[in-house]
């Protein structure tokens, strides 16, 4: 069973920095975008970024130059470093990945796939 692991956030200080993992398991070929969400106590939920299979990169406009999305895809693993964090980063980060290749014959997929979220708060 394919599933997405992340690794835990934490409480992490205005200024201060933080980075986030996201592992798929199971019998995969291949990802081809991985995405971070965020979704804050009473909001809804936020694309924050997003990489390709290729590696190119997408940001919200509030987390540009702040934070770095990248992947490791031998590992199908993506990464979220976060850093200059803000209160308003306070949130429930989870990853998803749009299309999963299975590695079975014929070719399956799977669509649309998150993670469990994990809790990042910015506090002093």
């Known amino acids: 069973q394919v599933q997405l692991v992340e690794s835990e956030g934490g409480l992490v200080q205005p200024g201060g920095s933080l980075r986030l993992s996201c592992a798929a398991s199971?019998?995969?070929?291949?990802?081809?975008?991985m995405n971070w969400y965020r979704q804050a106590p009473g909001k809804g939920r936020e694309l924050v970024a997003s990489i390709t299979s290729s590696g190119s990169t997408n940001y919200a406009d509030s987390v540009k130059g702040r934070f770095t999305i990248s992947r490791d895809n031998a590992k199908n693993t993506v990464y979220l470093q976060m850093n200059s964090l803000k209160p308003e980063d306070t949130a429930v980060y989870y990853c998803n990945a749009d299309r999963i290749t299975l590695a079975t014959m014929p070719r399956l997929y799977k669509y649309d796939t998150w993670g469990q979220g994990t809790q990042v708060t910015v506090s002093s």
């Open positions: 199971g019998s995969i070929l291949s990802i081809n975008t």
